[in-house]
């Protein structure tokens, strides 16, 4: 059967959603892809104070991998890392269960665990340095109620210093999480519920067994937002101490910022970069996958 | 008004005499003083230029001490549209000139006759391959201590000259409860007490092998070891506190006796002053333990870009401006620093200011006007950061000096291949 | 209410956090309203002695950043110049990506999509060499479009997340019946995708507004004298090297700059769980 | 040539066929019901003849013009949607407005359709409302009266009563037919439900696998199934599938069943009278439960009765009739029974077989034999 060529108005409609859509791929190809490339081509050159192109094959890997920040830094991303996306979902998820309770000024708690978020680490980054500092913040007020041995000098402990970072920034995103959460919690079909009470499921094993195990959409899209965070998060650490003491709370992110711009080392600084976003894709990829895979019904 | 468009006509007229280019263009100044005094005694520049029909567009950006300026310096660099004139430490503008980013001023400056007036060690960075690239706007001194004078005087203490001298008077304030030195924990600040220990037990030669030539025997020597000691032993006469406690924080403890002593640059000047106290009288400014005779300065210039040639005049104009006798006097007065150019009159200067003034021309007669490492004159940033990162372990940890001392040839070797 | 003490406690709990997350706009609120000598005396947490609101004047209009003494008021409309236009243009490609994505899908569209979403991912101090030198080849360094231009495409990638999970869960029979009743492409989404994506919008435009309002990398780099956010002049405010810091003016600054984003999450916080419920959450 | 002609029509995703040849030929005003379980390919033929989805080969034709490339919105046609795929922000007039806008129609000529059509379906009253504040069935209205604004060549609709409950399914049912009955228009409609396809159609198309099983009349299907496939989908509840052998008694054919107690019996089969030659041959014999009856209650017409006694097993009294489940050929069969019988679970009782409803197929082709 003689199968008359599609009109050119048809084709144009076949056409037009990816023309829609073509300006989109041509940013992303050229000012994320095009970027990361120029950055590995960076990682392999000489560059240090502007890029510049001579070859030095893996010599920036090498240097990296003696420098003892790099280690620290990277040590204090996993212990940041870990924490931070552990205890923000525990806390959050806790937060939601509790705000779920048919909370009676629950728009204005929530509003005030979410806020954190809006703010940037520039506009607290003062407030925060102040009350963990043990001579004017939280250890000086609680000694002066009278506990006289109270001690909280942990953004001045070398050991300790990484988790006040994680306090700060558990403060930030945990609000954000609980809400992710509560969305979840909200489109659980209630009836399911009202099946397990009749099934006389205690309140604790009904979240436990039916709730969270519900929930799983909304921990992997947490997850994401919290994983990235993690391993982009700057602005805190600045803000905070500074990669200090000493350098004891350097994270990937100041390292490779403080390689590329001030010491301009540009190459080591670009291998820093690659393995971070290498640890990004070794998180986000099996994501991907896994979100991607589904639709194909 | 009468005598403004006057002067605005006969600045136009000089130009075109000059055979320039008439249209007086804007300057674009990227710098990093930002906030209170420092950027006021900036517009006085401002107002300056102004008159002479150059408009100033100004483009601040703070924090890390310019390291955030030097972030955007590069983007605007790399994309092809730099500012005018950006204020760089000395180091840097080295490094910009290397790269080929900086413009000209050599006419500016033979019309000016800065040569003649302008320390040799401030030329060496002010001048690339022969041509004037940069313009310097001040010298700071960071070779400083500073004394609470009344705790010195009820414990019958003199200023020390020595770091020996110096231990012992901290001692006896430790004793007595006092904190002997406040400081605070952030790697500049570390590396500021660390030039001043380097300079004061190792004498000016020393620094000069050690710091600015990056020589491996020197940096590998005993006495380096003696000045990881003394570092160790500093460690001792600060307070628990210290880590991450910004510098002003520091000079507070010291203005309201909770501390004896602090190393400091002459910045410090500001917050004494706001604090209603006197340099050199409520709170002593003597030459840091063992670097009487010698100066360690910190220039601010502003450098000049290779810019299009209609923003060349108002570049020339700018530059000039800057190292006009008048300018350097009201700014550096506010600054707390002292002139660039040796021809300015102390007197409006305070005492610490008036000592700095003596203090240039005899270093530099013998040689010891040297470079500050903690202020970015003693090395390119990636030594200098790795310095940095060694005296900062070391002071916050428990490493021995010879350890230290170690890891701080690696980390010169490794940052300056 | 046989459970009162169980609830109390549980209140008890909410109240607790709502210290924590309070704590540190407490600290800054407090401080903001007392002169200055009273900060440096101590008492960080005490409530102001001598209540006064100079500091907030003096940020608002009075300090010194740069070499101006202007306060943060003319960098507020600065912020905005470029806030407003990046996040209703990165919003409008999101949800016409998102759009084409689900209702117009085709061979390849989700490997697209995957490649999209990795650039949410991206650190941004990575991008900003290269990304000066593609400004200033398209004639767009320093100028406020080059940087809208910047917040939008790091943006898009974010919106084209959020509205793409979003319309996935929206009918497609709607789109079908809008096509037999003889809407194209466009009208469908104008007439029916986008006034149908209002939780989702305001998800969006949180997530967006928040982020590029408080950007200080990109403004710091990208910006021109006359065009700096304000982030950067807060930054001018607060991080003076060698100049004396005004902890008061510091704080009610650093207030001032957050108050956009603080009324965002104030006024349309109560959508953002509603908006999440209605597809971001869902896998 | 029909009015809508589905011409030697398939559809593929890349490898994966899931409508096979087809070939079906509609005329002007007639009611076509596509039936079948789910996956059968009666929502993609659908579909593609909305051009919501494109035609792998074959020909699409609406009064002879091929309409394979045309857009949905210009094959004047107008489809209902299970969901009705109301529009959420508009109110009820402007989801039946739009489509009309989009054609370009005139304000003034739109209002006055839309006031006709809400007479029409009794919707007046909600015409300012949105979607959300209006029930099942006044959503159904609304959707239909959005279809009728456009005078379509051809109706389509896809399940538009599933969301429904049981009885607005069954007024809605009646409306829809007085609907057709009143405009005349051509109708495609798919369903599920074979109730819903006898009643309403005038032909119908029992689809399975991607293939048309049988088309006919309501009436022809529900008598001769093509096969074991439509005889066991249309009717409720289903005709009794029962494992026979055919039998040739001195010419007159048979159809030999066995019950649960071993013994066997024979019934009269006059319509494999064509079948002489396959004595032995086994069988599968349909047999509808309305055929399967106490003998006060067997067809005064039939010219087959034959009445024999079996066990019953079950009794299932169902208001109007009385099911009753016997094992026949060692699977359960069910009679339909007047309401008031005396058979008593258990006990034997005597069953009348209507072997003129009767049919039989080939146990491995499923096909129809008689």
């Known amino acids: 059967m003689a199968r008359s060529a599609p009109s050119a108005a048809a084709r144009m409609r076949e056409l037009l959603p990816r023309i829609v859509l073509s300006p989109t791929i041509a940013l992303i190809a050229i000012f994320v892809y095009g970027f990361i490339f120029f950055t590995t081509y960076l990682s392999f050159s000489d560059s240090r104070m502007l890029p510049s192109f001579g070859w030095v094959g893996f010599d920036n890997y090498v240097k990296l991998f003696q420098l003892r920040t790099w280690d620290i830094a990277i040590t204090n991303l996993a212990i940041f890392g870990t924490l931070y996306i552990g205890i923000c979902c525990v806390l959050g998820l806790s937060l939601a269960i509790l705000l779920d309770q048919k909370i009676r000024a629950e728009g204005f708690i929530r509003t005030v665990y979410l806020y954190p978020m809006a703010l940037s680490f520039i506009v607290t980054g003062v407030a925060w340095k102040w009350f963990l500092d043990p001579g004017i913040g939280l250890e000086s007020v609680v000694q002066g109620w009278g506990w006289e041995s109270f001690e909280f000098n942990w953004i001045k402990d070398r050991d300790m210093a990484i988790y006040t970072i994680v306090i700060a920034a558990v403060w930030q995103t945990s609000g954000f999480v609980m809400a992710t959460f509560l969305a979840g919690l909200r489109g659980i079909d209630s009836e399911i519920l009202h099946a397990a009470e009749v099934d006389g499921a205690s309140k604790f094993a009904l979240y436990r067994r039916i709730v969270i195990p519900q929930l799983r959409p909304a921990f992997l899209s947490a997850f994401v937002v919290l994983a990235h965070m993690a391993i ?24 490779m910022y403080s390689y590329t711009f001030t010491r301009n080392q540009m190459g080591v600084g670009a291998a820093s970069a690659e393995i971070m976003l290498l640890t990004i894709a070794a998180v986000i990829v099996p994501y991907l996958w896994s979100e991607l895979r589904e639709p194909k019904r | ?153 009820e414990n019958g203490l003199t200023p020390p000259t020595t770091w020996e001298e110096f231990n012992t008077v901290a001692q006896t304030l430790k004793d007595k409860g006092i904190t002997p030195l406040a400081h605070g924990g952030q790697p500049w600040q570390d590396a500021t007490v660390f030039d001043d220990v380097v300079l004061g037990i190792g004498g000016a030669d020393f620094y000069r092998k050690a710091i600015i030539e990056a020589d491996m025997d020197a940096l590998g020597s005993d006495t380096m070891v003696q000045v990881f000691d003394q570092m160790r032993t500093l460690r001792g006469f600060v307070d628990d506190n210290f880590s991450g406690r910004d510098w002003n924080l520091a000079t507070a403890m010291v203005l309201n006796g909770e501390a004896a002593m602090q190393l400091m640059g002459d910045w410090a000047k500001g917050e004494i002053i706001r604090a209603d106290m006197v340099p050199g009288e409520d709170i002593l400014c003597v030459a840091a333990p063992g670097t009487e005779g010698s100066y360690l300065f910190n220039t601010d210039f502003f450098a000049a870009f290779d810019v299009s040639d209609d923003n060349r005049d108002a570049q020339m104009e700018l530059a000039s401006a800057v190292m006009s006798p008048s300018f350097q006097e009201a700014f550096n007065l506010v600054k707390g620093s002292i002139p660039a150019r040796t021809d300015v009159s102390p007197e409006k200067f305070d005492a610490c200011g008036q000592k700095a003034m003596k203090d240039i021309v005899e270093a530099e007669g013998n040689g010891s006007l040297l470079g500050s490492l903690a202020h970015g004159h003693g090395q390119t940033s990636a030594v200098q950061r790795a310095i940095f990162d060694v005296v900062t372990e070391h002071f916050n940890s428990d490493m021995s000096s010879q350890d230290a001392v170690e890891e701080l040839q690696i980390a010169v070797e490794s940052a300056a291949m | 209410m046989t459970l009162r003490p169980a609830r109390l406690f549980l209140y008890l709990i909410l109240a607790v956090f709502c210290v924590y997350y309070l704590l540190p706009l407490y600290v800054m609120l407090v401080n903001s309203l007392k002169p200055l000598s009273e900060i440096t005396s101590g008492g ?66 989700t490997v697209l999509f995957g490649l999209i979403l990795f650039g949410c991912f991206i650190p941004f101090q990575i991008v900003l060499i290269p990304m000066a030198r593609a400004l200033g080849f398209l004639g767009l360094a320093g100028t406020v479009p080059g940087l809208i231009f910047v917040h939008i495409i790091y943006g898009i990638s974010f919106s084209t997340l959020y509205f793409r999970n979003y319309y996935a869960a929206f009918p497609t029979e709607l789109v079908r019946a809008a096509e037999i009743d003889g809407a194209g492409f466009f009208t469908i989404f104008w007439r029916i995708m986008l006034p149908n994506s209002g939780p989702i919008a305001v998800v969006c435009v949180i997530w967006l507004f928040t982020n590029i309002w408080n950007d200080f990398l990109f403004g710091a780099s990208f910006a021109d004298y006359d065009s700096q956010p304000m982030t950067v002049a807060l930054n001018n405010l607060v991080q003076s090297s060698t100049g004396v810091k005004e902890y008061n003016v510091h704080f009610a600054g650093a207030i001032m700059a957050a108050l956009p984003t603080l009324l965002v999450y104030i006024v349309a916080g109560r959508f953002f769980v509603r908006g999440l419920m209605s597809g971001s959450v869902k896998g | 040539m029909g009015f809508l002609d589905i011409d030697n029509v398939t559809k593929s995703y890349g490898a994966v066929k899931v409508l096979n040849e087809t070939e079906i030929s509609v005329e002007k005003g007639e009611f076509l019901v596509l039936v079948g379980p789910s996956g059968c390919g009666k929502s993609t033929l659908l579909n593609m003849i909305a051009g919501l989805e494109s035609v792998t080969s074959g020909e699409l034709r609406i009064n002879g013009r091929r309409i394979n490339e045309a857009r949905p919105a210009d094959r004047n046609i107008a489809m209902v949607f299970q969901s009705y795929a109301l529009y959420p922000n508009m109110t009820v007039r402007g989801n039946i407005s739009f489509g009309m806008e989009m054609h370009g129609i005139p304000k003034p000529e739109r209002e006055k359709k839309i006031a006709a059509v809400a007479e029409l379906l009794q919707i007046t009253q909600l015409l300012d409302r949105k979607p959300g504040q209006l029930s099942g069935g006044q959503r159904q209205r609304v959707a239909m009266g959005r279809a009728l604004t456009r005078d379509p060549d051809v109706f389509l609709f896809d399940e538009p009563l599933s969301n429904l409950d049981a009885k607005l399914r069954v007024d809605m049912r009646t409306e829809i037919k007085k609907l057709h009955a009143k405009l005349g228009t051509t109708i495609v409609y798919v369903t599920h439900d074979q109730i819903e396809a006898l009643t309403l159609s005038t032909r119908i198309a029992v689809m399975f696998g991607g293939d048309v099983q049988q088309l006919g009349t309501p009436q022809e299907i529900y008598d001769n199934p093509a096969n074991m496939f439509v005889a066991g989908f249309m009717g409720s509840p289903a005709m009794n599938l029962v494992p026979a052998r055919l039998r040739n008694i001195g010419g007159v054919m048979s159809a030999e069943v066995t019950l649960a107690t071993g013994t066997a019996i024979t019934l009269p089969f006059p319509k494999a009278s064509h079948l002489t030659q396959d004595d032995g041959r086994e069988i599968i014999l349909g047999i509808r439960p309305e055929a399967l009856t106490d003998p006060e209650g067997a067809s005064r017409d039939s010219q087959a009765i034959h009445q024999v006694d079996i066990p019953v097993d079950v009794i299932e009294p169902a208001g109007s009739d009385t099911f009753v489940t016997v094992s026949l050929g060692g699977k359960d069969a069910i009679g339909r029974f007047r309401a008031h019988t005396s058979a008593r679970s258990g006990q034997p009782f005597p069953f009348a077989f209507d072997m003129e409803k009767a049919v039989a197929f080939d146990p491995v082709t499923e096909a129809r034999l008689a």
């Open chain 1, 232 to 255: 982009k998060s700057y602005d805190l650490v600045v803000a905070l101490t500074n990669g200090g003491p000493g350098t004891a709370t350097e994270v990937p992110a100041t390292f």
């Open chain 3, 44 to 109: 960080m947490m005490a409530l102001p002695g001598d209540w006064t609101t100079a500091a907030w004047t003096n940020a608002w209009s009075q300090a010194q950043v740069g070499v101006e003494a202007t306060g943060l008021k003319p960098y507020f409309m600065n912020s905005f110049l470029m806030v407003v236009p990046a996040v209703a243009i990165a919003t409008l490609m999101g949800a016409l990506n998102g759009y084409v994505l689900t209702k117009w899908s085709f061979k390849g569209a």
């Open chain 2, 1 to 153: 008004m009468k005598y403004k468009m006057m002067s605005r006509l006969m600045a136009s007229a000089a130009l075109v005499c000059a055979g320039a280019s008439a249209q007086a263009a804007d300057v674009e100044v990227l710098h990093w003083w930002t906030a209170g005094g420092e950027a006021a005694a900036l517009n006085v520049l401002k107002e300056d230029l102004s008159t002479k029909g150059v408009g100033w567009e100004d483009m601040p950006v703070a924090g890390g001490g310019g390291e955030a300026a030097q972030t955007t310096l590069k983007a605007r660099v790399a994309s092809g549209n730099p500012p005018t004139a950006a204020q760089l430490l000395g180091m840097q503008v080295r490094e910009w000139a290397q790269e080929g980013a900086l413009g000209d001023l050599t006419q500016a400056a033979e019309a000016g006759g800065w040569a003649d007036v302008v320390p040799g060690a401030l030329k060496d960075f002010a001048m690339y391959d022969g041509k004037w690239v940069a313009v310097p706007v001040n010298i700071h001194r960071p070779n400083w201590l500073w004394i609470n004078a009344a705790i010195f005087e």
